[in-house]
């Protein structure tokens, strides 16, 4: 097993309260070397440039709060919260509920940041048209064939 998907299947915690985000969010701008992924496009082949990591994790913690209307994060986990190396995020726009079919689990994040190079995992729902311009337009890249 490799070091990404060892830590894409390990424990990971919860980022409950939205400065606990913004705290993450530091903890991940003071490393170098995130790869961004949307899941449903192909897996990125370099990291995400220094200087273009803080307006995108700006962008997609307006989004999260802005979405996601809530008085807590909860939809935000990482392997470890004060020196992160994986980062999901689950779609506010996506986030089924505990009676919706499958174990727990199997509903995948709709991004995630790793410092490894991510590999495919399985994903079972297409990201929308609206999300996947949003990602392309975070990112840069050109959507997948």
């Not at 509903?107 to 990201?127: G, K, T, V």
């Amino acid at each position: 097993m490799t070091p990404f998907s060892r830590r894409a299947r390990g424990r990971l915690w919860g980022v409950l309260a939205w400065k606990d985000l913004d705290a993450l969010f530091a903890a991940m701008l003071a490393k170098r070397g995130w790869h961004a992924w949307m899941l449903g496009e192909p897996p990125p082949a370099a990291p995400v440039a220094a200087d273009a990591l803080g307006p995108m994790l700006a962008d997609l913690g307006a989004l999260l709060r802005r979405e996601h209307r809530e008085d807590y994060c909860g939809i935000v986990y990482a392997d470890d919260l004060a020196d992160p190396t994986l980062v999901k995020v689950y779609d506010p726009g996506n986030l089924g509920s505990s009676c919706s079919h499958g174990a727990p689990g199997e509903h995948p994040p709709r991004w995630i940041f790793s410092l490894d190079r991510p590999e495919p995992l399985e994903s079972h729902d297409p990201a929308p048209g609206g999300r996947l311009r949003w990602w392309h337009r975070l990112t840069g890249r050109a959507p997948a064939p």
